[in-house]
């Protein structure tokens, strides 16, 4: 199976919170990793959190990490359609912490 | 800061046929990567390289791709004879990572878009 998996969309309502979940199953990974892509552009790195974490906030974005069943979402407060991306989930491990990806949630926000 | 430099930005070819991509990383950074990102798939790491030296080419596949970056800054990723599957993004990304260091933020090109008829 996929070493990252996420489910492929979530449509939620403007105002709303979105949460993106996504599961790994390298117990080695040090860093957890969320991008975000826009249509025809490159991927931008959203936040990450380190393995010994089990929560980041940053602004409108919080990341919980449940490090003993391998599960990391990304929760999104006050979703705008500006948000409307593509967010890919990563785990880094290793000596050089490259992220292997998920196949990303499509994130569609309606009014 | 400029951002990973990437061009062409689209490709029209057909099988068979040659194509190069050239990545100019940020500044200082010593680690480059080229990703294959084929639609609806998350990007998958093709090669590494640290300044001129490759760290990782597992996932290359070297019958058609090759890839150099003769002087450690900028690379070309070549693909010849392309493919009706090798049709993806080809994403160029780099880092200040270097071995022994911890943490890796990688940043992202905009992509080479490559539609092989």
């Known amino acids: 199976g996929e070493d990252v998996e996420q489910s492929l969309f979530l449509s939620v309502r403007e105002g709303d919170s979105s949460v993106i979940n996504c599961t790994y199953t390298d117990s080695s990974s040090t860093y957890l990793y969320w991008y975000k892509q826009e249509p025809g552009a490159g991927l931008q790195l959203l936040t990450y959190i380190f393995s010994n974490m089990d929560m980041k906030q940053d602004q409108r974005l919080t990341v919980l990490l449940n490090k003993k069943d391998k599960h990391l979402s990304l929760r999104i407060a006050d979703t705008q359609t500006g948000d409307s991306a593509i967010y890919f989930c990563?785990?880094?491990?290793?000596?050089?912490?490259?992220?292997?990806f998920g196949r990303g949630t499509s994130l569609i926000v309606h009014p | 800061e400029a951002g990973v430099a990437q061009s062409p930005r689209y490709k029209i070819i057909e099988k068979r046929q040659s194509v190069a991509f050239w990545c100019n990383p940020i500044s200082g950074h010593a680690t480059l990567y080229w990703y294959q990102q084929i639609l609806g798939q998350g990007p998958k790491l093709l090669i590494q390289f640290q300044n001129n030296g490759v760290v990782d080419d597992s996932q290359l596949p070297k019958d058609r791709f090759s890839a150099e970056r003769l002087k450690g800054v900028d690379s070309t990723l070549k693909i010849q004879p392309a493919k009706l599957e090798d049709s993806a993004v080809y994403l160029c990304a780099s880092s200040l990572w270097e071995s022994g260091t911890s943490g890796n933020t990688i940043y992202f090109g905009e992509g080479s878009w490559l539609t092989v008829v």
């Open positions: 990563a785990e880094g491990s290793g000596g050089s912490y490259i992220p292997t």
